[in-house]
């Protein structure tokens, strides 16, 4: 594939481009939406023997959603153990014991170019409030589930079905 043409329509919270690009002699031209690639982690307290989620409004569905710890890769340069290790912290106030990873994966690549590192994560301390960050207007509320809640519950976000039928599939050991 050669790209032909790239021309930026919106650079806010996300990027937008046009791009038009040349493959096996067709003409392609397509609307893409970058932005940093993003972590997020299963969690799992050792101490109360159970996992660890997170729910806050979400405005592309418009309603608020039982998702696993995620959060963006915001630094340059930044590690995604590091960020994840950061997430749980703002998200959920765990330090972090053990960090197992998962997967990496596009959750739309036909049009979207965000890549996910997901992990497993031990935690048995709470360290900080959790909540979110509130720079970020972030107002999240920890959900805890029993293994076979979270088996059975009718997730519907992406990350979050694939941790859990991560743990379905008989991980971890």
């Known amino acids: 594939m050669k790209i032909k043409n790239r021309e930026t329509i919106y650079d806010g919270f996300f990027k937008v481009e046009k791009v038009t690009a040349e493959l096996n002699g067709h003409t392609l031209k397509?609307?893409?939406?970058?932005?940093k690639d993003a972590v997020a982690?299963?969690?799992?307290?050792?101490?109360?023997?159970?996992?660890l989620l997170i729910e806050q409004?979400?405005?592309?569905?418009q309603?608020?959603?039982?998702?696993?710890?995620?959060?963006?890769?915001?630094?340059?340069d930044e590690k995604p153990e590091a960020a994840i290790k950061r997430e749980i912290a703002e998200e959920i106030g765990y330090e972090t014991d053990k960090l197992e990873f998962i997967a990496s994966f596009y959750s739309t690549p036909g049009s979207?170019?965000?890549?996910?590192?997901?992990?497993?994560?031990?935690?048995?301390?709470?360290t900080g409030q959790g909540g979110g960050v509130a720079t970020e207007n972030e107002e999240i509320k920890t959900v805890a589930f029993s293994e076979e809640k979270l088996i059975s519950h009718p997730f519907e976000d992406a990350k979050t079905l694939l941790a859990a039928y991560w743990v379905k599939a008989g991980k971890p050991k």
């Open 30 to 35: 397509r609307d893409l939406v970058t932005n």
């Open 57 to 61: 409004f979400r405005f592309p569905p």
């Open 112 to 126: 979207y170019s965000e890549k996910v590192t997901l992990y497993y994560a031990e935690v048995s301390r709470k």
């Open 41 to 51: 982690a299963l969690v799992y307290d050792t101490v109360k023997q159970e996992y």
């Open 63 to 76: 309603k608020a959603l039982i998702e696993i710890v995620a959060g963006l890769l915001d630094k340059p």
